[in-house]
T-cell receptor
Framework: DSGVTQTPKHLITATGQRVTLRCSPRSGDLSVYWYQQSLDQGLQFLIQYYNGEERAKGNILERFSAQQFPDLHSELNLSSLELGDSALYFC????????????????FGPGTRLTVL | AQTVTQSQPEMSVQEAETVTLSCTYDTSESDYYLFWYKQPPSRQMILVIRQEAYKQQNATENRFSVNFQKAAKSFSLKISDSQLGDAAMYFCAYRSASGTYKYIFGTGTRLKVLA
């Protein structure tokens, strides 16, 4: 158990709908990262937040948005869903977003499996 | 931009034998970190081993070791005395030591362990 929690574990929805994925980082971690893993693919970085502020953006679609709240939990919002959005969405957390901790190791949550029908 | 390449989609190894998974990367940075993650059927991402680019010594964690060749931009994972529980997808990942701290993952190698 990494200490990172994600809800829900599974989500099935229809095209055109909007969903929200939730992530609670490990206690003490300030940074949250979101990744998308499509079938049999590697993880694609979507976005990073550090202490409530957006720190880095990756291949995140305009239909997707995220935020990190004062209690440090984060939500990833996916709207106008398409079949191709079906994937496993991982959240990871780390202590910091810089060199404060040399490795800045990311601890991954169990993922949310999104199925768009 | 940095890239990570894993050229072996699938590998097989006999139980108790040794297997090496390949990973190459491309970067213009001199300071970075490299990781191997294991993803079993549960889909949980589990850190196997890490390597700091400025360290010449290869990292070792029990049966797992790496061969880090900085000039060649190569970072292979050696699993010794393979066990059935080692069967999983293995991902190589790169992380810059400055700027953004996102991980860049390879496409993975599926490792099968034969009894």
């Amino acid at each position: 158990d990494s200490g990172v929690t994600q809800t829900p574990k599974h989500l099935i929805t229809a095209t055109g709908q909007r969903v929200t994925l939730r992530c609670s980082p490990r206690s003490g971690d300030l940074s949250v990262y979101w990744y998308q893993q499509s079938l049999d693919q590697g993880l694609q970085f979507l976005i990073q937040y550090y202490n409530g502020e957006e720190r880095a953006k990756g291949n995140i679609l305009e239909r997707f948005s995220a935020q990190q709240f004062p209690d440090l939990h984060s939500e990833l919002n996916l709207s106008s869903l398409e079949l191709g959005d079906s994937a496993l969405y991982f959240c990871a957390s780390s202590v910091a977003g810089g060199r404060i901790v040399s490795y800045n190791e990311q601890f991954f949550g169990p993922g949310t499996r999104l199925t768009v029908l | 931009a940095q890239t990570v390449t894993q050229s072996q989609p699938e590998m097989s190894v006999q139980e108790a034998e040794t297997v090496t998974l390949s990973c190459t990367y491309d970067t213009s940075e001199s300071d970075y970190y490299l990781f191997w993650y294991k993803q079993p059927p549960s889909r949980q991402m589990i850190l196997v081993i890490r390597q700091e680019a400025y360290k010449q010594q290869n990292a070792t964690e029990n049966r797992f070791s790496v061969n880090f060749q900085k000039a060649a931009k190569s970072f292979s994972l050696k699993i010794s005395d393979s066990q059935l529980g080692d069967a999983a997808m293995y991902f190589c990942a790169y992380r810059s030591a400055s700027g953004t701290y996102k991980y860049i993952f390879g496409t993975g190698t599926r490792l099968k362990v034969l009894a």
